[in-house]
Antibody
Framework: QITLKESGPTLVKPTQTLTLACTFSGFSLSTSGVGVGWIRQPPGKALEWLALIYWDDDKRYSPSLKSRLTITKDTSKNQVVLTMTNMDPVDTATYYC?????????????WGQGTLLTVSS | SYVLTQPPSVSVAPGKTARITCGGNNIGSKSVHWYQQKPGQAPVLVIYYDRDRPSGIPERFSGSNSENTATLIISRVEDGDEADYYCQVWDNNNDHVIFGGGTKLTVL
């Protein structure tokens, strides 16, 4: 059974750096074809993809946020970490991590419950 | 950058068929995935690779994809189908995931 769970602060101040962790079970990020992605959703708005990391450490980032994002994995801990620099109130959102397996066009088939982050001074 | 266009809302009476579209340039050449999101919950995959259903998703959910439009079809709509629905593709040219703007399905 695949599960994912996001963790991190619920509140950060503008200009600070955000660090979120996705802890998962039921799969290994060292298995060929497996990836974990981050997606966010501002209140009342649509889903926005942020980043993906694959079993071979290949990484992809949203072009609009690439300069602010870093995604890493710790296979031994079954964890994926996302850092986002220079936080702004517009980054207030629920942040989700999700599992995918297969080619680049494969679906995000398992999602975490999400973690709500507020950016405010 | 590739853009997916969904209608903001679709309304349907119980028992009828709902069709939610996702428009994109030559989207028929891409693999389209659909997610259902109920209020306060994480998205759930309901259709993948245009028309396949994950285990546990009712047969009432189906999909199609041709030319410039992909469609999520929900037959015999129930009150519990009321949710936001998002389409998603992989943008080969820019190497990233794209989501549509979402469609709110209202069951009348």
């Amino acid at each position: 059974q695949i599960t994912l769970k996001e963790s991190g602060p619920t509140l950060v101040k503008p200009t600070q750096t955000l660090t979120l962790a996705c802890t998962f079970s039921g799969f290994s990020l060292s298995t060929s074809g497996v990836g974990v992605g981050w997606i966010r959703q501002p209140p009342g708005k649509a889903l926005e993809w942020l980043a993906l990391i694959y079993w071979d450490d290949d990484k992809r980032y949203s072009p609009s946020l690439k300069s602010r994002l870093t995604i890493t994995k710790d296979t031994s801990k079954n964890q994926v970490v996302l850092t986002m620099t220079n936080m702004d109130p517009v980054d207030t959102a629920t942040y989700y991590c999700a599992h995918r397996r297969g080619g680049f066009d494969s679906p995000l088939d398992y999602w975490g419950q999400g973690t709500l982050l507020t950016v405010s001074s | 950058s590739y853009v997916l266009t969904q209608p903001p809302s679709v309304s349907v009476a119980p028992g009828k068929t709902a069709r939610i579209t996702c428009g994109g340039n030559n989207i028929g050449s891409k693999s389209v995935h659909w997610y259902q999101q109920k209020p306060g919950q994480a998205p759930v995959l309901v259709i993948y690779y245009d028309r396949d259903r994950p285990s546990g998703i009712p047969e009432r959910f189906s999909g199609s994809n041709s030319e410039n439009t992909a469609t999520l079809i929900i037959s015999r709509v129930e009150d519990g189908d009321e949710a936001d629905y998002y389409c998603q593709v992989w943008d080969n040219n820019n190497d990233h995931v794209i989501f549509g703007g979402g469609t709110k399905l209202t069951v009348l």
